[in-house]
């Protein structure tokens, strides 16, 4: 069985492995400098037991894969009515870097646009900015079953160039929504972009997810540690934020074509999580004009079906 997981893995990779479609990201230099050609690929079932194919050891930047994660650890820790106070759950119709709130409650309108995943940082409970920051760490490490750090290049350059996020910050604490400086809230979520992952540490990460998803009575448990993360109710709620929201403005063609929870980043990566069974990790850093890896949605949506 094992074998012939692996030997499918392979035959999607190798399949896709030719793409030259799409176009690196290239708002910041670090991300423009890539091998466009690198192209990770990584099953986790949820019992913890890894196939990967092709550059599944190389490390990018987890870029907006954060989202979700980050929202998780907000529920986690303040529970569902305080964050749905100040973030929604609609998807917004536009850019996912838009200026801009719910018309009538001044909230963000998700947490998987910028808007929404900066209020969720603040939402992170810390009475620093490093604190907050260790306690995402924390959690992401916990759900990728190894310690993660930070591309200090990337986020130097995240910081440099993020006068969107200042923006959409200040909007927020406007409004508001802000629990903390928005300088300091933005910090922590430019480092959180800049965490360095392999396809293999998404597809622990979603693993770690859907695995969540179905053990009810045991909560949220990492397949390879062992170790407790979060509630079951945590991550169906995050499950469903990254079906309606996950892809950019792609999310309802990915939920019709392929249908599994995910999330994509402008470094390359997918994660996505079929709940109760497995997680898969993709990287391959051309994006379409959507901001998905091109390759890594093809082979995402071809993994389950296999
Ligand atoms: N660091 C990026 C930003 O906040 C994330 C981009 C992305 O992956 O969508 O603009």
Not at 243 to 262: E, H, K, L, R
Request: with cysteine; hydrophobic share 40%; net charge negative.
């Amino acid at each position: 069985m094992a074998e012939l997981v692996q030997r499918y893995l392979n035959l999607i990779r190798d399949e896709h492995a030719g793409v030259t479609d799409g176009a690196l990201a290239t708002y910041i230099p670090e991300l423009a400098d890539v091998d466009p050609n690198g192209f990770g690929l990584s099953l986790s079932l949820s019992d913890g037991y890894v196939y990967e194919s092709g550059d599944a050891t190389v490390e990018f930047t987890i870029q907006s894969i954060s989202k979700p994660f980050t929202y998780a650890l907000a529920l986690d820790q303040i529970g569902q009515d305080a964050v749905d106070a100040r973030i929604g759950v609609e998807p917004s119709g536009e850019a996912f870097n838009e200026i801009s709130v719910d018309a009538a409650k001044k909230t963000p309108k998700n947490p998987m646009i910028n808007a929404g995943a900066i209020a969720a940082v603040s939402l992170v409970p810390g009475a620093t900015p490093d604190e907050r920051f260790a306690r995402i760490r924390e959690f992401y490490s916990a759900c990728a079953g190894r310690p993660l750090d930070i591309d200090p290049a990337v986020y130097a350059s995240e910081k440099k160039t993020g006068s969107r996020n200042r923006a959409i910050a200040y909007m927020l604490q406007s409004f508001g929504v802000l629990d903390g400086d928005p300088d300091e809230v933005l910090d922590v979520y430019f480092r959180q972009c800049s965490f360095k992952v392999t396809s293999t540490d998404l597809a622990r990460m979603a693993a770690t997810l859907a695995r969540m998803a179905a053990t009810l009575a045991r909560g949220g448990v990492n397949p390879m540690t062992g170790r407790r993360v979060t509630d079951t109710v945590v991550v169906q709620r995050t499950l469903a934020v990254m079906v309606t929201c996950g892809m950019y403005d792609a999310a309802g063609d990915w939920a019709s074509a392929v249908g599994m929870p995910a999330k994509s980043g402008v470094g390359g990566g997918i994660v996505a999580v079929l709940p109760g069974q497995l997680g898969i990790g993709v990287y391959s850093p051309l994006l379409d004009d959507k901001g998905n890896s091109v390759a890594g949605s093809a082979c995402a949506g071809a993994c389950p079906n296999g």
